[in-house]
T-cell receptor, first 117, second 108 residues
């Protein structure tokens, strides 16, 4: 149980285009999902917190108009990188927090490798 | 968010027990301690979680002293496939702040 999937696993796009990444909790409902970014040889950096049915909360320094997050259901959150540039190339990872009082473990997706040419 | 401090790297050999200690002096009363394992180009994988004393599952043990200001992840008899980065985090249903983690290298 507690499986989180991401799609696509890797994507290559041209500079200036937009890319959408999906994060799904496959066997549980998640009221909260998180989006992280990880550059090579570095740790994960939190980008935003996404709550179902409400606007995402972005970390300082993360542009909300560039990284659009939608959490339309209890099992799906999407991250759209708009007008992508080469510096946006990174490994994007989502995590989901299961619904319920005893649930305090985040489960991570496999990640999406974004390469912007 | 509580900060954590871990050794940057550790080396071990196959079959040995590995203990990775994490300091979290500012842990809040309701925070849980969670350890994750990450392989290159993969998302972190949950290993173990605890609040106090000792927790054991099929892959690891977690030791937490009474003051909860530190915790130790114990991996019994590591194998080559345990080579990875291990992260210690503290939080309660909130966003996780990842430190640098501990890069464990297991040699034959």
């Amino acid at each position: 149980g507690a499986v989180v999937s991401q799609h696509p696993s890797r994507v290559i796009c041209k500079s200036g285009t937009s890319v959408k990444i999906e994060c799904r909790s496959l066997d549980f409902q998640a009221t909260t999902m998180f989006w992280y970014r990880q550059f090579p040889k570095q740790s994960l950096m939190l980008m935003a917190t996404s709550n179902e049915g409400s606007k995402a909360t972005y970390e300082q320094g993360v542009e909300k108009d560039k990284f659009l997050i939608n959490h339309a259901s209890l099992t799906l959150s999407t991250l759209t990188v708009t007008s992508a540039h080469p510096e946006d190339s990174s490994f994007y990872i989502c995590s989901a927090l299961p619904r319920g009082l005893d649930a305090d473990t985040q489960y991570f997706g496999p990640g999406t490798r974004l390469t912007v040419l | 968010l509580a900060k954590t401090t871990q050794p940057v790297s550790m080396d071990s050999y196959e079959g040995q027990e590995v203990n990775i200690t994490c300091s979290h002096n500012n842990i809040a009363t309701n925070d849980y301690i969670t350890w994750y394992q990450q392989f290159p180009s993969q998302g972190p994988r949950f290993i173990i979680q605890g609040y106090k004393t000792k927790v054991t599952n099929e892959v690891a043990s977690l030791f937490i002293p009474a003051d909860r200001k530190s915790s130790t992840l114990s991996l019994p008899r590591v194998s080559l496939s345990d080579t990875a980065v291990y992260y210690c985090l503290v939080a309660l249903r909130g966003a996780l702040t990842f430190g640098s983690g501990t890069r464990l290298q297991v040699q034959p």
